[in-house]
């Protein structure tokens, strides 16, 4: 049974794919007016239409959230477009590489902080003060597994920019919980995802051990992480703020 989102809408980022797609179908299957937005037009054009084959509502905005001009400007049309913004998942993120610490290029450092976290904290810059003025709303964030454990085999700035995801969304949650507004991250562990078939291919001698990492024998699926997301914006989880809640396939009970 779909949450109830009748009469809202919401901002998904990195939504032409993965996980971020699997969200926004499943927030307009709950009735809520949806605004994809990501780099990938043609893969945002197909996560549009898939929402309005099910009679759902949506728009595209093209975005590049380590970009403050472009997140404002998102946000800007979703208020003109919907009137109003009342949660958004902010999922958009880059696994970067998988190389020492000390051989990690300073441009591939800053491209992943600025997408992952510096994206995440401009997207919270520009969304909360609508909900401010609205009375409230929900925010989540994609953090990842990554954010509550890590190990050396992990890709370095994605582990410390996921670790940055989970103590901006406490922080936020705690400045804004008063005001009416609820602030969540979800944890992914390994998802079926784009991002992680490129590990993959680009590591395939991790995937065996990749696979025995997470207890349930198997990796996640876009539409498992999604629906944590979309809970956590709903009124069920009225009470939640504050939490890095793990869907993991229980990867980091070890």
Known sequence: ????????????????????????LKFAEGGAKVVVADLDTE???????????????AICVTTDVSQGGEVEALVKQTVATYGRLDFAYNNAGIAGDIVPLVDYSEELWDRVIGINLKGVWLCMKYQIPEM???GGGAIVNTASVMGLISSASNPIAYTASKHGVVGLTKSAA?????????????????????????????????????????PVGRLGVPEEVAAAAVWLCSDSASFVTGTAMAVDGGYIAH
């Open 1 to 24: 049974m779909a949450e109830d989102f009748s009469g809202r809408a919401g901002i998904v980022t990195g939504a032409a794919s993965g996980i971020g797609r699997a969200a926004a």
């Open 43 to 57: 893969g945002s054009d197909n996560t549009k239409a898939l929402i309005e084959q099910r009679g759902g509502e």
């Open 174 to 214: 705690l400045t804004y919980a008063e005001a009416g507004i609820r602030v969540n991250a979800v944890c992914p562990g390994y998802i079926e995802t784009p991002l992680v078939t490129g590990i993959l291919e680009r590591h395939p001698e991790r995937k065996a051990q990749i696979l025995a990492d997470h």
């Open 132 to 134: 401010l003025k609205q």
